[in-house]
């Protein structure tokens, strides 16, 4: 399989008027926001509030009903899921998605083998995340929630994406390992230039770490301004933030 | 409180009532369909009519089993079986009359449908489909392995019913066994029919949409679903009667796990649950392997082609009406009505 | 106490037998959740052809291989052109499907050879090796037979455990939607997986066809014995297909020999249904009840 059959794409993210149907219900009602380079940009809001199809709506896992998603100059609606990850876009799904039927190591490899990545990659990951290392040969079934967490950042990581969806990265982890993790989405924002799109419910961890926050409510764009803002703002908190 | 509860008894009972009154005009009006047609018809018809009936019997069970309760059962051709050589047994040896013999067959074959119903009863989709296919293969080798009872790959060979002398020496025997596979499957039709409408139909169904629900709202899930096992296991039975007092004779080549095959087919064609679909389901049965014979004929096949024509049909309809129409025939015919007017419109308008 | 060698001996040949079908229907259930019905019918019809191919003058192995290859198209093919379709429908639809090929396949094969069953050569010598003086119930075609199925079962793991191929194949049956998330062409991997499920199906078809005859519906009982033997181990795990292939094979092999053969598929229901009751999850699943 030819690794650059597909050249990744680099650039902004840009959602644009998106809509998705569940059935009858609007999930996601004409969301528009942009996502650069190096920044993370926080999306929250309730349950049920869209997020999730959101992310699902950007990786081709439903369908758009309306609008555009691009990367850079490159429209990424309309592909093939498994193209997704080819045009640059890793997500990482809600519930982490890892294979826990698969060893770490071969979790990780799987990252990779779209574009035939080197082993050496995979050492790269090990550097970053040296718990993983211990527990390669493991089920990873056997992993705990933390470490699940890495594994599956890190196995977006082999994918070498230049956008990143997290999913509720810290749902069902303790506050200090949750802290952990978004810290870590914050380094790898800094440092490869990773444009972030994360989907959370604990608004106050993602807002301390992201550049810009994006507040969905019923499908819809709320509020969408510096993660600082929203952060000091009284009746966004106790509105939609709960905290 | 108590006098609500006694008038919505009273309503309940009189729906009930009328469900009964309403069975019984529809089991009237059929007995009186099924007499004018076998007066009609010639004495080759009759045959096919009353092999048609017993078709009816054994698919209007399955039909309800799988459409209204959800389970699915490849196991009915062999459970056939099991009515058959009762029948065969009782009449042959033991020299019972026609109706209790007939009766006994299928009290047999809904003791066996207890059995395999109370396994049934945990069995899920490909689990219950896997052990009723089991039971479709392994049952006509009983006929081998003791052969002394069963006759082996020959089978049991009773003699025809005679037409009691009150109706006449020029009675066919073809319109008399139409008559007597009438008499069953009106029976079938009437109990099917208030079974289906009665608190345990909605019971059923409440168990096949959702297990989990129906047991909360206090339904006995496993009672349920064994009830509706038993019940057409014992329509199989009563088909495999008949079927004995209709050709004379039980063979485990009669049996073979392409019956029951068949049997799913026709209550897929005619779709699931529905009785009066069981009724095309028969009719198909009947009458595609003399069709696909006279096809076969006239365009000088081999005897190989021919005689695997009809499974062949059953199985491209089987693949075919999945693919297509999920709910069945009845649906598929009504979804394709509305394209084809649809497209009608469409030229129409353009 | 000869008699008691025998049958084992006898057993463990058809137990391998059993573990082959048994893991052609495991393959397909873990990466579709579908209990492919259609494949006593399918294997049926790969072994008609290598029986056509031998009677047509060709030497047993070049049957032996097409037999193989046409499994390989044959799966390709109804993992494409019909199981993808029902792939979000209700189970029961799934059910249906392969059972309409199953008779399907059936019927087909009657118009082509006829529904009289033909014998079909063995590989090597049916007769039994001499142990001591005495001939035993177990002859070279019977090394031949459990010695090819560890052969391939051993291919097979080398593949899912050892390549990028398997690891993608095993991706895409545990976590779909994960799977092509990371770009794994899911559906390919499907396509490849039935092929490769059918081709051990034939391969079972082929080693079995000399003890029970090729006929339309001559290998019914053995799909039974698959799925029985599938289901002792717990459909969803491939060693659990092929210890339960060798347990189905011996407890049958007993029945036969000290009951009579034609009791052994009803045995086999008896032992489905024990199983289902008792263990649902198979004899080796270590998750304690699962709704089946």
């Known amino acids: 399989m030819s690794a650059t059959g597909e050249q990744a794409q680099t650039g902004v993210l840009e959602v644009d008027g998106l809509c998705t149907d569940y059935g009858p219900v609007r999930a996601v009602a004409d969301v528009t926001l942009s996502v650069e380079p190096g920044r993370v940009t926080a999306v929250l809001g309730a349950n049920g509030a869209g997020k999730t199809t959101l992310l699902r709506t950007i990786s081709c896992l439903v369908p758009a009903r309306e609008g555009r998603v691009r990367l850079g100059e490159r429209e990424l609606l309309g592909s093939a899921v498994e193209d997704v ?124 770490i992201a550049d810009r926050g994006v507040v969905l409510n019923l499908g819809r764009v709320v509020a969408d301004a510096d993660a600082s803002e929203l952060a000091d703002d009284e009746d966004m908190r106790q509105a939609y933030l709960g905290f | 409180m108590s006098a609500i509860a006694a008038r919505a008894r009273v309503g309940r009972a009189r729906i009930g009532e009328l469900t009964l009154a309403r069975g019984l005009l529809l089991a009237l009006v059929a007995a009186a369909a099924l007499f004018v047609a076998s007066e009609l018809l010639s004495s080759f018809a009759d045959l096919e009519l009353a092999e048609g009936l017993y078709f009816f019997c054994v698919l209007a069970g399955l039909t309800v089993l799988t459409g209204l309760s959800g389970q699915i059962s490849l196991g009915h051709g062999a459970l056939m079986a099991v009515g058959a050589y009762g029948a065969a047994l009782l009449i042959g040896e033991q020299h019972w009359a026609l109706v209790p013999a007939l009766a006994a067959a299928t009290a047999i074959t809904a003791v066996v449908g207890l059995l395999l119903g109370a396994a049934a009863t945990r069995l899920r989709g490909p689990y219950l489909a896997g052990a009723t296919l089991a039971f479709a293969v392994g049952l006509p080798a009983l006929a081998d392995k003791y052969s002394s009872t069963f006759g082996g790959e020959n089978g049991l060979v009773v003699n025809p019913p005679n037409p009691p002398s009150g109706l006449g020496s020029s009675l066919p025997l073809e319109r008399w066994e139409a008559w007597i596979a009438g008499a069953g499957a009106v029976i079938v039709l009437f109990t099917l029919h208030n079974l289906v409408r009665s608190g345990y139909g909605r019971a059923m169904r409440a168990v096949r949409d959702d297990e989990i629900a129906a047991s909360l709202c206090g339904l006995r899930v496993a009672r349920v679903q064994t009830l509706a096992f038993v019940v057409s296991a014992a329509c199989a039975g009563l088909a495999g009667g008949l079927l004995t007092v209709v050709l004379q004779l039980a063979s485990p080549g009669a049996f073979q796990l392409s019956l029951s095959l068949s049997l799913l087919t026709a209550i897929v064609l005619g779709g699931l649950g529905s009785l009066v679909g069981a009724a095309w389901g028969a009719a198909v049965l009947v009458l595609l392997p003399s069709w696909t014979r006279d096809i076969a004929n006239s365009f000088s096949l081999s005897t190989k082609v021919s005689s695997n024509m009809p499974l062949a049909i059953y199985g491209l309809v089987l693949v075919v009406a999945m693919l297509a129409w999920p709910s069945g025939i009845q649906g598929g015919v009504r979804a394709g009505g509305a394209r084809l007017r649809a497209l009608v419109r469409s030229r129409r308008g353009g | 106490m000869t008699r008691f060698i025998d049958l084992t001996l006898n057993g463990i040949s058809t137990g391998t037998v059993y573990a082959a079908v048994a893991l052609a229907l495991v393959l397909i259930w873990r990466s579709t959740r579908i209990v492919n019905f259609a494949q006593g019918g399918m294997l049926m019809f790969t072994t008609f052809i290598a029986s056509a191919v031998i009677n047509s003058g060709a030497s047993y192995w070049v049957g032996f291989v097409v037999a193989l290859l046409s499994g390989l198209v044959l799966g390709a093919l109804v993992e494409r052109l019909l199981i993808r379709r029902v792939a979000g429908a209700p189970p029961l639809n799934a059910v249906i499907v392969t059972l309409g090929l199953l008779i399907l396949l059936e019927a087909v094969a009657g118009m082509i050879w006829g529904n009289t069953p033909r014998s079909f050569p063995p590989a090597f010598s049916i007769r039994g090796y001499d142990v001591g003086g005495t001939r035993v119930l177990f002859a070279p075609n019977d090394t031949f037979i459990v010695l090819v199925v560890i052969g391939v079962a051993a291919l097979l793991g080398a593949l899912f455990r050892g390549t990028a191929l398997g690891l993608r194949m095993r991706a895409s049956a545990f976590a779909p939607e994960v799977a092509r998330l990371l770009g794994v062409r899911v559906g390919r991997m499907l396509t490849v997986g039935w092929a490769l499920a059918a081709l051990v199906g034939s391969l079972a078809g082929v080693l079995v066809a000399p003890s029970v005859f090729v006929g339309p519906n001559q290998f019914d009982p053995i799909l039974v014995f698959g799925f029985t033997a599938a289901v002792l181990g717990g459909l969803d795990s491939p060693y659990g297909a092929a210890v339960g292939g060798v347990i189905l094979g011996l407890a049958l092999s007993y029945v036969s020999g000290y009951e009579g053969a034609s009791l052994v598929t009803l045995a086999a229901l008896v032992i489905l249904l024990a199983v289902l009751m008792v263990r649902p999850g198979g004899l080796f699943s270590t998750t304690r009840e699962r709704r089946v």
């Open chain 1, 85 to 208: 990850v080819r045009r640059g876009v890793a997500h990482v799904p809600e519930g982490r998605g890892v294979i826990g039927e698969l060893t770490t190591e071969e979790n990780l490899r799987l990252g990779g083998l779209w574009r035939g990545a080197p082993a050496e990659d995979l050492d790269e990951v090990y550097e970053l995340l040296p718990a993983l290392r211990e527990r390669r040969r493991q089920p990873a079934s056997s992993l705990s929630g933390g470490e699940r967490q890495m594994l599956s950042i890190g196995r977006a990581l082999v994918a070498r994406p230049s956008v990143l969806l997290l999913d509720e990265p810290s749902l069902g982890l303790a506050p200090l390992i949750s802290a952990r993790i978004m810290e870590l989405v914050r380094r790898l924002a800094n440092e490869r230039q990773l444009a972030v799109l994360l989907v959370e419910q604990n608004a106050r961890s993602a807002l301390a």
